[in-house]
């Protein structure tokens, strides 16, 4: 029996496992098969030497290392403006508060004063 027969033949019997045991086992065999056709299919389609891959993969991920610390130096600076906003407006509001609170005690002054006089 071939290889190719034998993959079928197991394909077989595990779609007839699947219909016993439900979709969990169907989606988990479809994608572990859909994987390893996929490595093996890259395998065999690859154009290059595994240097070559190996290289082309390491400039990627440098790339991707460079690209991703630029979006974080990025985020580091609107998140501290951000928070500087955020900071100037409470600041903003708690001068609000604190005169209105200094408003408020000096009318309940004025009030007790008057009770004081009447």
């Given at each position: 029996?071939?290889?190719y027969?034998?993959?079928?033949?197991?394909?077989?019997?595990?779609?007839?496992?699947?219909?016993?045991?439900?979709?969990?086992f169907?989606?988990?065999?479809?994608?572990?098969?859909?994987?390893?056709t996929?490595?093996?299919?890259?395998?065999?389609?690859?154009?290059?030497?595994?240097?070559?891959?190996?290289e082309?993969?390491?400039?990627?991920?440098?790339?991707?290392?460079?690209?991703?610390?630029?979006?974080?130096?990025?985020l580091?600076?609107y998140?501290?403006?951000?928070?500087?906003?955020?900071?100037?407006?409470?600041?903003?509001?708690?001068?609000?508060?604190?005169?209105?609170?200094?408003?408020?005690?000096?009318?309940?002054?004025?009030?007790?004063?008057?009770?004081?006089?009447?």
């Amino acid at each position: 029996m071939g290889l190719y027969n034998r993959i079928i033949y197991s394909l077989k019997e595990v779609r007839l496992m699947s219909k016993e045991e439900g979709n969990i086992f169907t989606f988990a065999v479809g994608l572990i098969s859909g994987m390893v056709t996929g490595v093996v299919l890259g395998l065999l389609s690859a154009p290059k030497t595994g240097d070559e891959t190996r290289e082309g993969l390491a400039y990627k991920i440098s790339n991707l290392k460079e690209k991703a610390k630029g979006k974080f130096s990025k985020l580091q600076e609107y998140g501290k403006d951000g928070m500087t906003r955020v900071k100037s407006d409470l600041q903003e509001r708690a001068s609000v508060i604190s005169s209105k609170l200094d408003e408020l005690a000096k009318r309940g002054s004025d009030v007790l004063i008057q009770d004081e006089i009447q």
